[in-house]
């Protein structure tokens, strides 16, 4: 299943998974949830063995939540594919990402993903996976999840713009499931240029802080799953005593020498970015209270 709006990589998408070859026993089928207003037609036409579903884009409220909750409820299969517009699977990628629910009764499997052109920063923090078999959550750039997960689950909230997917794998894993993490369903993605990466590391960052408001008992396992949404929102937080105190800023050497090998300097504006997000997001929902 795709969401699309207006990415121009949707066509390199549906062209590779046109291209995936035929799994024995198994009736596949791909799903468009579409908000391009019609801009995309010629698309259809090209791809007409995909089923197109219209959906109106509204644009007073977030959507791409809503849309994979309306492409779930328009298919009838018993296990449901996601992945991204612009992302080009490679030739073996879905049977490797539905081996463990077909196989070994897994109930969420997550696949990995490499970059498309330029190296990106987001393949530099592929490497934090390392040999994990199972992860504490997953994107929908690549996720394969049963059915009737989804449903018990009660599928994405679509309160949510950025950040849903999440939410909803917290919501799986609360629920007693595990994520399966299977490197070798490969999707490539691209990621545009370093400016995009950190303007999309910001509003990630918003909607971390989002996640964590709504889950509240998941800030206990924040220092070990997620850092650095404790550590650079702190550090940007202190910055300023930096001018008298300038050991602040050599807190920095500790995740720039962590990475030598990972584009050191790009991981930690990056990590910068991410954690101006969550300060944001904290900032606003203050005022909110304060103004309620």
Same mark, same amino acid.
């Given at each position: 299943?795709?969401?699309?709006?207006?990415? &121009?990589?949707?066509?390199?998408?549906?062209? !590779?998974?046109? +291209?995936?070859?035929?799994?024995?026993?198994?009736?596949?089928?791909?799903? @468009?949830? =579409?908000?391009? =207003?019609?801009?995309?037609?010629?698309?259809?036409?090209?791809?007409?063995?995909? $089923?197109?579903?219209?959906?109106?884009?509204?644009?007073?409220?977030?959507?791409?939540?809503?849309?994979?909750?309306?492409?779930?409820?328009?298919?009838?299969?018993?296990?449901? @594919?996601?992945?991204?517009?612009?992302? @080009?699977?490679?030739?073996?990628?879905?049977?490797?990402?539905?081996?463990?629910? /077909?196989?070994?009764?897994?109930?969420?499997?997550?696949? #990995?993903?490499?970059? /498309?052109?330029?190296?990106?920063?987001?393949?530099?923090? #592929?490497?934090?996976?390392?040999?994990?078999?199972?992860?504490?959550?997953? #994107?929908?750039?690549?996720?394969?999840?049963?059915?009737? @997960?989804?449903?018990?689950?009660?599928?994405?909230?679509?309160?949510?713009?950025?950040?849903?997917?999440?939410?909803?794998?917290?919501? !799986?894993?609360?629920?007693?499931? +595990?994520?399966?993490?299977?490197?070798?369903?490969?999707? /490539?993605?691209?990621?545009?240029?370093?400016?995009?990466?950190?303007?999309? #590391?910001?509003?990630?960052?918003? !909607? $971390?802080?989002?996640?964590?408001?709504?889950?509240?008992?998941?800030?206990?396992?924040?220092?070990?799953?997620?850092?650095?949404?404790?550590?650079? &929102?702190?550090?940007?937080?202190?910055?300023?005593?930096?001018?008298?105190?300038?050991?602040?800023?050599?807190?920095?050497?500790?995740?720039?020498?962590?990475?030598?090998?990972?584009?050191?300097?790009?991981?930690?504006?990056?990590?910068? /970015?991410?954690?101006?997000?969550?300060?944001?997001?904290?900032?606003?929902?203050?005022?909110?209270?304060?103004?309620?």
């Amino acid at each position: 299943m795709v969401v699309n709006r207006d990415d &121009p990589g949707i066509a390199d998408t549906l062209a !590779a998974l046109s +291209r995936l070859p035929p799994e024995p026993g198994w009736t596949v089928e791909t799903i @468009v949830v =579409d908000a391009s =207003d019609g801009r995309h037609d010629d698309m259809r036409r090209v791809f007409s063995q995909v $089923r197109w579903i219209p959906f109106e884009h509204n644009p007073s409220k977030p959507t791409i939540p809503e849309q994979r909750n309306r492409g779930v409820a328009a298919s009838d299969s018993d296990v449901v @594919v996601f992945i991204d517009a612009s992302c @080009v699977p490679d030739p073996g990628w879905l049977r490797a990402l539905i081996h463990p629910l /077909a196989v070994e009764g897994e109930m969420l499997a997550a696949g #990995s993903h490499r970059s /498309a052109g330029k190296r990106s920063i987001r393949e530099e923090f #592929s490497h934090f996976v390392g040999n994990r078999s199972y992860l504490h959550e997953a #994107s929908t750039l690549n996720l394969a999840v049963v059915r009737a @997960v989804f449903e018990r689950v009660g599928g994405f909230d679509e309160d949510f713009h950025y950040g849903s997917d999440i939410d909803f794998t917290w919501r !799986a894993v609360h629920a007693g499931c +595990r994520i399966k993490y299977v490197p070798d369903a490969v999707v /490539a993605h691209d990621w545009g240029s370093a400016w995009s990466e950190l303007r999309r #590391s910001f509003v990630y960052g918003q !909607a $971390r802080y989002r996640l964590y408001t709504k889950h509240p008992s998941r800030m206990r396992r924040a220092w070990r799953d997620d850092p650095e949404a404790i550590c650079y &929102p702190l550090f940007l937080l202190i910055a300023p005593l930096a001018v008298t105190s300038p050991w602040i800023v050599a807190l920095l050497a500790i995740p720039f020498f962590k990475n030598l090998r990972h584009r050191p300097l790009l991981t930690v504006i990056d990590h910068l /970015a991410y954690g101006a997000g969550i300060l944001t997001a904290a900032g606003a929902g203050i005022v909110t209270k304060a103004t309620r």
